[in-house]
């Protein structure tokens, strides 16, 4: 039953909005940064080492654990958390697009979960939360472990930007979802490295300035694969 809640979870299907927003994708495109399959290769690596082994994922992780606390969860702590996380990302409209697709996640959860309404190890209803935390809280509450909480995370963030790129650039499917198992299969790699970081005592933190650059810089391209 948990496989299939975190299938769910994953589901490009699910109403959270993500499909709408590319991480700075479309200007590097428009830019010409990503023009090839090498380039988006080399994207793809700096979103997994860097956006979610070094902060997203990890926040997963983090908020599976509070939330897996039972009723002695620290939300206090989730909050800050949250705060956290929501700092990292120094362009405002990534910020936004996080907290939307976060606050509808945890929202249509609750929707669709009705017997989790009042449960008290997640944000409260009206909360609005970064996506890696309402991920890593729904996960913790509905009994999906840490590890593959966040390997599922990982491909939902993966899988939706190789959809993207399928519309941005000259990449067929085939060529596409064959870099898209070339990534996951570093994955498990990743996260053994996010537990290291967890043993030495470290929080979420990202540098990937060109990263950050072209997501900033989405707002000004002026063809736009998204209306958000």
Known sequence: MTLSLLLHLCDSLFPTGGFAHSDG???ATSAGTVAS??????WMDVVLEESLGRSE???????????S????????????????????RPSS????????????????????????????RLPAADARVTLPIAFGCICGVAGIDQRSAAEGFIYMRLAAT???????MPIGQTDAHTLLARTLARVPATLDAIERRFERGER?????PAFDVATMAQQHVRSRLFLS
């Open 204 to 208: 979420p933190g990202a540098f990937a």
């Open 93 to 120: 409209t990534a910020r936004a697009a996080s907290r939307a697709m976060g606050t509808r996640l945890l929202k249509t959860w609750r929707e669709i979960h009705p017997e989790l309404a009042s449960n008290r």
């Open 69 to 88: 606390e039972g009723p002695t969860a620290d939300l206090d702590a989730l909050d800050h958390l949250d705060s956290e996380i929501h700092a990292l």
């Open 162 to 168: 190789v959809s993207s790129a399928m519309r941005l």
């Open 25 to 27: 994708l479309e200007a």
């Open 37 to 42: 399959a090498d380039d988006l290769r080399q």
């Open 57 to 67: 994922a990890m926040a997963v992780m983090l908020a599976w654990r509070v939330s």
